[in-house]
């Protein structure tokens, strides 16, 4: 079956970096772009940006340009969201998710990722 | 970008009871609309996807409908398990965007 399992919870500090990994398994990794959702404590869903696995493709939203990296590893199957120069706005639980292949919903996510910026 | 607008933002409604939300965006998306199920400390799950599609292995209570700008999901009967929080979103153009959420409470 299909499963997104994401890497544990982080706290940082101002000013660092964090990367978030997003292990996938259950069909064919090139075939399926990756998106990455973010949700602050008590807060509603905030779509972050995403990325064509076979060809490396990326989008961000305005919000996270300059800040946000993905990457993908194929020989793992693995993703990645790298975020720089954390903010304590940045405090959120993060997900990666597939995008559907005939549109583009997100059919299966990972559990979320803690991260916490705190000084 | 396009805006996404959920109506009510909390519904307070009983088990057996039809529920509707409804979904508005700013500008027309055609069917490119999705509807998701999250649970307190979970992960969103997929509903709907092109307004009105069945994801595999959702229960046939729930049901989406719209085009353009006005979509709603209907739960017909709803369940203990659906108290959850619900949230449209679109994918007609990048950024993607979701509405702010309608969170269904036990009455």
């Known amino acids: 079956q299909v499963q997104l399992v994401q890497s544990g919870p982080e706290v940082k500090k101002p000013g660092a970096s964090v990367k978030v990994s997003c292990k996938t398994s259950?069909?064919?990794?090139?075939?399926?772009?990756i998106t990455w959702v973010r949700q602050a404590p008590g807060q509603g869903l905030e779509w972050m940006a995403w990325?064509?696995?076979?060809?490396?493709?990326?989008n961000y939203t305005q919000n996270f340009q300059g800040r946000v990296t993905m990457t993908t590893d194929t020989s793992t199957t693995t993703a990645y969201l790298e975020l720089r120069n954390l903010r304590s706005d940045d405090t959120a639980v993060y997900y990666c998710a597939r995008i559907r292949y005939y549109d583009s919903s997100f059919d299966y996510w990972g559990q979320g990722t803690r991260v916490t910026v705190s000084s | 970008d396009i805006q996404m607008t959920q109506s009510p933002s909390t519904l307070s409604a009983s088990v057996g009871d039809r529920v509707t939300v409804t979904c508005r965006a700013s500008q027309p998306i055609s069917t490119w609309l999705a509807w998701y199920q999250q649970k307190p400390g979970k992960a969103p799950k997929l509903l709907i996807y092109t307004a009105s599609s069945l994801h595999s292995g959702v229960p046939s209570r729930f049901s989406g409908s719209g085009s353009g700008t006005e979509f709603t999901l209907t739960i017909s009967g709803l369940q203990p398990d659906d108290f959850a929080t619900y949230y449209c979103?679109?994918?007609?153009?990048?950024?993607?965007?979701f509405g702010q959420g309608t969170k269904v409470e036990i009455k």
């Open positions: 979103q679109h994918y007609k153009s990048l950024p993607w965007t």
């Open positions: 990325i064509n696995v076979y060809n490396g493709n990326t």
């Open positions: 259950g069909y064919t990794f090139p075939n399926y772009s």
